[in-house]
């Protein structure tokens, strides 16, 4: 194994920006999910199973209460919800891709030190280390598994640019046809709207392509961190995405290095950075 | 381990929409990312015209049908849909049309990933190719 490689394994630093989207991907399950897998719900009835895992494994993650744990078993709910619910038992509301987003980033989370901050987890280790008589244990932890979160982002990118790139998308048809639909009839509302969604098309494309690198690369982020904000932002907006686009927005916490994200945090605080 | 987990994980998050998406294997477990691939596909466009004193004029359907909101007209006003390429459109305008004006209707609907096909074009009266003589 080459030095570099070596390092980059070994690699660590703050928890702070994983364990924020440990609590920011538990909150955004229960967004989705909170209503149908109530006891109330036809879902819940249809997969209790799933449904009471999920209600214990992510609160908690929520409170990160053995987070680790926790976030890995809210992904292999989720996961079992994907394919199991979704794909082996037809249930299709559970085959969206932004159920999928979900489930993947946290599953992947759960590789990660999610439990150094911000949780129960960190709460006992400072109790404990008080009781003892020393200091607070660094929120330190290893960061290699960032870049499955990282790498997920880039591939949804990347593969959705990638099946967009046809002429019927980058001439704006599709765009026109997903508009009209949604917005209004079977009638251009003005004599340009196609040559609109064209140039709407070639961006959104061409920042898909780019985003896929620039959020690997990490540069140049006063670029890479606006646009992907304003790519799911608009989608947000415009086209029923459910939470595919917060659950990406999370994600962009991990693009900045982590340590650069504790120190502002700290001075988000008025602490001098620790 | 770790880099054992970081390059299956890589794996799973790059190939399986390779396989579905380049290699168009259909593996239903494979996960592919096609967001709104299949939404609105069938609906088309449509221009509408009559004559008016021997001049060809652009048609709003909503107001021949004396519908003030679009939004709540019958779904076949609304869209024209490829299935049909329009067709109960444009029954339902040639029905409200003086007689003897005709309408003239060009549809455009989406052709396969390349773009625009005409199904219906505006050289000849529509109400009389879908069998409405008045």
Redesign the interface.
């Known amino acids: 194994m080459s030095p570099q490689l070596r390092a980059f394994l070994l690699r660590e630093g703050s928890t702070r920006a994983v364990s924020l989207v440990r609590i920011l991907l538990a909150l955004l399950l229960w967004t989705r999910f909170g209503q149908e897998f109530a006891a109330f719900h036809l879902v819940a009835e249809r997969f209790p199973v799933i449904a009471a895992c999920f209600w214990v494994s992510t609160t908690l993650m929520l409170v990160g209460y053995r987070a680790r744990a926790a976030t890995l078993a809210a992904g292999i709910t989720m996961f079992a919800a994907v394919f199991w619910a979704g794909v082996h038992q037809g249930h299709s509301p559970y085959e969206h891709h932004h159920v999928y987003m979900l489930a993947a980033a946290t599953m992947w989370t759960s590789f990660t030190p999610c439990g150094g901050s911000y949780s129960v987890d960190r709460w006992l280790a400072v109790r404990a280390a008080e009781a003892d008589g020393k200091p607070a244990p660094p929120e330190q932890g290893p960061t290699w598994a960032t870049w499955l979160l990282l790498g997920q982002l880039s591939a949804s990118y990347f593969w959705s640019a990638w099946d967009k790139s046809t002429p019927a998308f980058l001439s704006g048809v599709r765009l026109v046809q997903i508009f009209v639909t949604k917005y209004g009839t079977s009638d251009l509302p003005f004599d340009a709207f196609q040559t609109v969604c064209a140039a709407a098309a070639w961006m959104t494309v061409l920042g898909e392509y780019a985003l896929a690198a620039g959020v690997l690369v990490r540069w140049p982020l006063r670029i890479v961190v606006p646009a992907g904000l304003l790519l799911h932002a608009l989608l947000y907006l415009l086209i029923p995405v459910s939470t595919f686009s917060a659950t990406c927005m999370a994600l962009y916490l991990l693009v900045f290095d982590p340590d650069d994200v504790h120190a502002f945090l700290d001075r988000l605080q008025g602490h001098a950075p620790s | 381990m770790?880099?054992g987990?970081?390059t299956l994980?890589?794996a799973y998050?790059?190939g399986t929409?390779f396989v579905r998406?380049?290699m168009k294997v259909h593996q239903?477990?494979a996960?592919?990312?096609?967001?709104?691939?299949g939404?609105?596909?069938d609906?088309?466009?449509?221009?509408l015209e009559t004559e008016v004193d021997g001049q060809r004029t652009p048609l709003d359907r909503f107001e021949l049908l004396s519908i003030p909101d679009?939004s709540k007209?019958p779904h076949s006003l609304?869209?024209?849909e490829r299935q049909n390429a329009?067709e109960p459109?444009i029954r339902s305008v040639c029905r409200r049309l003086p007689d003897g004006a005709p309408l003239y209707a060009e549809v455009r609907c989406?052709a396969?990933?390349?773009?625009?096909k005409v199904m219906r074009r505006a050289d000849e009266d529509a109400c009389a190719a879908v069998g409405l003589k008045r």
Do not use: H
């Open positions: 770790r880099l987990v970081l994980a890589f998050i790059w929409p998406q380049v239903p477990y996960r592919m990312w096609v967001m709104f691939g939404y609105a596909r609906t088309c466009l449509v221009e679009p007209a609304r869209f024209a329009g459109m989406l396969g990933d390349e773009g625009w």
